[in-house]
């Protein structure tokens, strides 16, 4: 349970990084090498400044939002993060608000790789 206390307290510091636009902070939770998902256009960016430049481009069209709400372990080792995810356009408008689970896959103390479940 010790690695699961650890890991919550390391995602929700990404989660309140993100949500502040603290880029640096973010990625700061992340390995030089992490797989990120591109829910945006679709696949995959590679390494913290592939993330950089997705979350730049992605924070200059829309107003994303997400709350974890549950953490847990699923059977390969891996975190379930329940998410409450909200996206506005720049205006204010909701463009979605639904919950969605994150996957992580974590390697010595960094996030390696987030997949998204809808």
Do not use: C
């Amino acid at each position: 349970m010790a690695n699961l206390e650890k890991i919550t307290i390391l995602l929700k510091q990404a989660y309140a990084a993100f949500n502040a636009r603290d880029m640096e902070g973010a990625l700061s939770t992340m390995r030089g090498d992490v797989e990120w998902p591109n829910g945006m256009e679709g696949g995959t960016v590679h390494g913290r400044e592939g993330v950089r430049e997705y979350w730049t481009r992605q924070w200059g069209m829309t107003n994303p939002h997400v709350d974890p709400v549950s953490f847990e372990l699923d059977s390969s080792g891996n975190v379930v993060v329940g998410v409450h995810q909200v996206v506005r356009d720049l205006s204010g408008k909701v463009l979605l608000d639904r919950m969605v689970e994150h996957v992580y896959e974590v390697k010595d103390g960094l996030i390696q790789s987030m997949t998204i479940r809808e």
